[in-house]
């Protein structure tokens, strides 16, 4: 793939495309109400929004992660108000992330009825029980190379494509979160599992939470957005925030780069999935 051919100059978006990566106290690692998130995303004047809070899973490590089943049952609850009370003033979405590990399909599939979720967001954070993305377990990194740090978390995936349960693949090529590049393309790396999302429509965001991370910059990077582009990838948007001051933000950089890069659509999570211009 001719991945780097360069683009055309692409205009100043005239809007912000919706959040669909909301994240809230619920999870135990956030802070604010949910009003305040639909506050903010108001005063930016985002089309809509998703509140897509980690899904209750069994994980490796001691720290919170995502709410308990019955603080789950509480956040829905909460939801439910919530989005009564901003009706006409703020579409906002039920969403989900979920945590992929190997067998955990079914139970997602379980939640994701269940819920009653509008979409779903697929993420990986942990290899084989390693919390390879928190600040806490970076020795990891240490014990092994690094590109075999990218190819297991491109393997993991592309299994996760394969199942079809997921609308969109968080934050695409998460293990640079603390700058450990691989010295393989990232976009030789991430074939396969591009191809499989591909292959079972399933789409990614532009995760802007990274320029906030020791990386300083988006998930996934230019090149492989391109690539991700040439392979008829849909596209959505996540600020994957934990605080209301978070929603939205670095939308407008974020949005002239999906343009650069040659997108001129965006995935809205209503029940047709319609696609909007960026």
């Not at 990566?21 to 985002?46: D, F, K, N």
């Not at 950089?253 to 999906?258: C, I, K, N, P, Q």
Request: with cysteine; hydrophobic share 40%.
């Amino acid at each position: 793939m001719d991945s780097l051919k360069p683009q055309a100059p692409s205009p100043e978006p005239t809007h912000l495309p919706a959040d669909y990566h909301i994240h809230t106290a619920w999870c135990g690692h956030a802070s604010g109400t949910m009003e305040e998130y639909v506050l903010r995303a108001i005063e930016l004047g985002l089309p809509e929004m998703g509140f897509s809070e980690h899904l209750p899973q069994p994980v490796p490590i001691a720290d919170k992660v995502a709410p308990t089943a019955d603080e789950m049952e509480r956040f829905l609850d909460e939801f439910t108000r919530v989005r009564k009370a901003f009706a006409g003033r703020m579409t906002i979405r039920l969403g989900g992330e979920a945590e992929f590990t190997p067998g955990s399909a079914k139970e997602i599939e379980r939640m994701k009825r269940d819920y009653r979720l509008e979409y779903l967001i697929g993420s990986v954070h942990f290899l084989d029980g390693w919390a390879f993305d928190h600040p806490a377990y970076q020795d990891g990194f240490a014990a092994g190379s690094v590109d075999g740090v990218y190819r297991e978390y491109f393997e993991m995936i592309r299994k996760a494509a394969e199942t079809r349960l997921f609308d969109v693949i968080g934050h695409f090529d998460l293990p640079k979160k603390f700058g450990h590049r691989a010295d393989t393309s990232v976009v030789k790396l991430a074939e396969e599992a591009i191809k499989a999302m591909a292959a079972n429509r399933v789409g990614f965001e532009i995760n802007t939470a990274g320029r906030d991370k020791p990386v300083g910059e988006f998930y996934p990077s230019k090149d492989v957005l391109i690539v991700c582009r040439e392979a008829g990838l849909g596209l959505t948007f996540g600020s994957d925030s934990h605080a209301p001051k978070e929603v939205g933000r670095y939308f407008g950089e974020a949005s002239a780069l999906a343009r650069a890069c040659g997108y001129r659509q965006t995935t809205r999570m209503n029940p047709v999935r319609e696609g909007v211009a960026v």
